[in-house]
């Protein structure tokens, strides 16, 4: 018995070792090479140089921006489209930017009030037939503070054989017919729920009634010249979107394809794509637009207050810092992040299509040597 014991120990044991040595060795990205007397254009072009090692290296395959004071520092592609490297990524490729599409779709609500049409604390009951959960409001669930339980994934893998593409208004109807108990009191606290977001599409699409890809094209991307940003899911016509990225599994050079699946028929948590370029366009618009008003703008940075007195950092599809907010997300083969330091004037914006294990390393790295918002 004593045996098997030491057996299965070794074993337990050797299976934390690998696995110590993997993250701590193997997932791990080589440092910048910056000093304090590099002027602003050799710091990014050690940056660039940096970015090329690690795509050359299987470290890294996407798109880079940075920004200061409305003037793009560096905007370009590392690595391949698809999983067939046969068209180079450049800072016009749009890419799937995963949860960082929240902010997006908070951006199609504010324009909902500008025109009157909604308001922040209207209740989503007043929208939606049949919402299952009371004085939940569109607030509520741009802030994270609803309570409604974060299913829609769960009932839809529940009942896929009966789903062929499962739509927003599909997986609001599963939300109904589930009568799912709420988490908690609204504004009790903050929990992140992809959920929210597919329901502030689906209000979105019953107030306007436009699809989410269609009132998005018509209400922010067309009017801010962002030709490269555009919903995109299983219900889209791909035909129309020639800059589009796929996402693929890159492992130290062995590709392989990603596809989406039934579930990748919804929007509002995700499915907006875009590109380098366009997130110039996307910083501008948070300081100042001819789409919304500066007050109505503003109400995507105030920290919620809870019941309990305290507040949430969690704003309008943006996570509140002491300088700025910022954004990260991860589906099928996307990580990406998105940061803004409003002290200092500076975007950042990271985009990886390729089920990158190495994505938080290179994040951390850039933020170790704390040039992003120096430059």
């Known amino acids: 018995m004593k045996i098997v014991l030491y057996i299965i120990l070794g074993i337990v044991i050797l299976v934390i070792g690998f696995f110590a040595w993997f993250f701590t060795f193997y997932l791990t990205v080589p440092e910048i090479k910056l000093n304090a007397e590099m002027s602003e254009t050799e710091r990014i072009e050690a940056i660039d140089i940096w970015f090329q090692n690690l795509q050359e290296s299987y470290k890294f395959n996407g798109v880079v921006f940075f920004s200061k004071n409305g003037r793009i520092l560096l905007s370009k592609g590392y690595g391949f489209t698809d999983y067939q490297k046969d068209k180079i990524l450049t800072n016009e490729s749009s890419l799937r930017l995963a949860s960082v599409s929240k902010q997006f779709t908070a951006a199609g609500i504010l324009r909902l009030i500008e025109k009157n049409l909604v308001n922040l ?30 299913i829609y994934l769960e009932l839809a893998e529940k009942n896929k054989e009966d789903i062929d593409i499962l739509t927003n208004q599909k997986a609001i109807e599963l939300i109904i017919e589930e009568q799912r108990k709420i988490n908690f009191k609204p504004n009790e606290k903050y929990e992140y729920s992809n959920t929210n977001y597919i329901i502030l599409a689906r209000v979105i699409e019953i107030i306007s009634e436009f699809s989410f890809e269609e009132y998005m094209k018509r209400e922010i991307f067309v009017p801010l010249g962002m030709n490269n940003t555009r919903v995109w899911n299983l219900l889209s016509d791909e035909s129309t979107f020639p800059n589009k990225a796929n996402d693929f599994n890159n492992l130290k050079g062995n590709v392989t394809e990603l596809k989406p699946s039934f579930i990748d028929g919804v929007a509002g948590d995700g499915a907006v794509f875009s590109s380098a370029n366009d997130m110039l366009i996307w910083d501008r618009f948070w300081y100042q637009n001819d789409l919304i008003s500066e007050a109505i703008l503003k109400e995507a940075f105030k920290k919620p207050e809870l019941l309990n007195g305290m507040k949430s950092d969690y704003g309008f599809g943006w996570l509140l810092t002491e300088n700025g907010m910022w954004h990260n997300g991860a589906w099928l083969g996307a990580n990406t992040v998105i940061m803004r330091n409003t002290n200092k004037k500076t975007c950042t914006a990271i985009f990886d299509n390729s089920s990158n294990l190495f994505f938080d390393k290179i994040i951390q790295e850039l933020g170790k040597v704390k ?3 120096n430059m």
């Open 121 to 150: 604390d209207d209740d989503v009951k007043k929208i939606i037939p049949n919402f299952p959960y009371e004085n939940i409001t569109i607030r509520n669930l741009l802030n994270q503070t609803s309570g409604v339980p974060d």
């Open 371 to 373: 040039k992003v918002d």
